[in-house]
C-alpha cells in the first residue's frame, strides 16, 4: 500500500498546483472517511479479503492529496521563521495517530474482534465531518483571505528580484513583437 501512497502524492503534487487547496483535501479526506466506514463494514460482516484490499487500496490513494495539501497550507499559512516547529508537529502526528489509534480501536472494540469495525466508523465519520469543512472553508492562502503575513527581508528582496526579471522579459518580448 505504500507504493499506491506513494504514487498518488506524486499525483497529488501535480493537482495541487491546478486545484483549490481545499477542494482538494476535502475530497481525499471525504473519500478517506467513506472508506474506512466501507472497511468497517468489511470488518463486521466478516467479508472476504478482497473488498477490504480494495478499500485499503482505495484509501491509500486519497492520502496523497491529504499529505500534499497540507504541507502545502503550512508552506502558505505559516511564516518561515515558524514553519520548522510546526512541520515538526506535523510529522509528529503519524506516529501519536498510530499510538492514540491503537488505543481507540482497544478501548472502543474491547478486545471483540466482532466490534473491530465500529472504531473505523468513529475515524470515517470525523474524516468526512474534516473534509466537508476543509472543502467549504480552506482558502488557499491568508492573502486569499484578507490577512497580512509580515515577510522577512530576504524573501522581499527574492520577490522583488522575480518582479524586476519578470519586467524584463516582457520587454524584450515587446521588443521582439515590434522587430
Same mark, same amino acid.
Given at each position: 500500500m505504500k507504493f499506491v501512497? $506513494?504514487?498518488? =502524492?506524486?499525483?497529488?503534487?501535480?493537482?495541487v498546483d491546478r486545484l483549490p487547496i481545499g477542494k482538494l483535501m476535502g475530497v481525499g479526506l471525504f473519500v478517506?472517511?467513506?472508506? #474506512?466506514?466501507?472497511?468497517?463494514?468489511?470488518?463486521?460482516?466478516?467479508?472476504?479479503? =478482497?473488498?477490504?484490499?480494495?478499500i485499503t487500496i482505495i484509501i491509500s490513494i486519497a492520502t496523497g492529496p491529504a499529505f500534499v495539501t497540507n504541507l502545502t497550507v503550512i508552506g502558505q499559512w505559516f511564516?518561515?521563521?515558524?514553519?520548522?516547529?510546526?512541520m515538526a508537529f506535523w510529522m509528529w502526528q503519524e506516529p501519536v495517530g498510530d499510538i492514540w489509534g491503537g488505543v481507540l480501536f482497544r478501548?472502543?472494540?474491547?478486545?471483540?474482534?466482532?466490534?473491530?469495525g465500529v472504531p473505523l466508523y468513529v475515524i470515517g465519520s470525523v474524516a468526512m465531518m474534516f473534509?466537508?469543512?476543509?472543502?467549504?472553508i480552506? #482558502?488557499?492562502?491568508?492573502?486569499?483571505?484578507g490577512f497580512k503575513i509580515e515577510e522577512d527581508q530576504t524573501l522581499r528582496?527574492?520577490? $522583488?528580484?522575480?518582479?524586476?526579471?519578470?519586467?524584463?522579459?516582457?520587454v524584450s518580448h515587446r521588443e521582439d513583437i515590434v522587430k
Open positions: 501512497t $506513494a504514487l498518488s =502524492v506524486l499525483i497529488s503534487g501535480f493537482l478517506s472517511g467513506v472508506s #474506512a466506514i466501507a472497511l468497517g463494514a468489511c470488518q463486521s460482516l466478516d467479508s472476504t479479503y =478482497v473488498p477490504s484490499l480494495v511564516p518561515r521563521h515558524g514553519r520548522g516547529l510546526i478501548v472502543m472494540s474491547g478486545k471483540n474482534y466482532e466490534t473491530l473534509g466537508t469543512k476543509n472543502f467549504f480552506l #482558502a488557499q492562502s491568508p492573502e486569499y483571505k528582496d527574492q520577490r $522583488a528580484i522575480l518582479r524586476n526579471l519578470s519586467a524584463v522579459e516582457k
